[in-house]
């Protein structure tokens, strides 16, 4: 492969900041055995690992995971069981079973995307990753919107509004609203 190859311009391009995972040689040893014992399982931890948040965790269907893995649910299924019973990862169960979610979190002795030191404290957050086919449809009406002003846009007062709630304005005093000014000479 050459450099010209767009691929390899990828890797060799300095990556962005928080894309980065961190792992310890005895956790190399060991996933080269998890390799030649359960290679359907250490392709998915990759897949794990590569997808997690700073916390180690992510929230992904078996679906999903199996279509990223180019293998069946079934065999998605069993490398999880793998995984699990390995104390490769652990599941976080979110909601029921039967409608709920699994948030899978990698066993930060393997692989790590924070400072070491704040593997210490008990937060959790997600990467959450979702297939095109495990997404419901939202429909194809517009969402409402709220009016925003944009840079260097000032917002000025138009049409009919809402009496002040304290109090009307006191004669000869009306309010400072923004407004712009033409000059005396562009009105001539």
Known sequence: MSKDNPEVRKLVQPADRGTWVQTERAGHEALAQLISQAPRAAQLLHVLVANMDRTGALIASQATLAKLTNVSTATTKRALQVLIQQRWIQTIRLGSERGGALAYVVNSRIAWADKRENLQYARFSAQVLISSEDQ?????????????????????????????????????????????????????
């Open 136 to 188: 419901v449809d939202l429909g194809t009406g517009e969402l409402k919107s709220i009016p925003s002003v944009g840079l260097g846009e000032q917002q000025l007062p138009s049409g009919e509004s809402l009496s002040p709630p304290a109090q009307d304005s006191f004669e000869d005093m009306l309010p400072d609203l923004p407004a712009l000014r033409e000059r005396e000479h562009d009105l001539t």
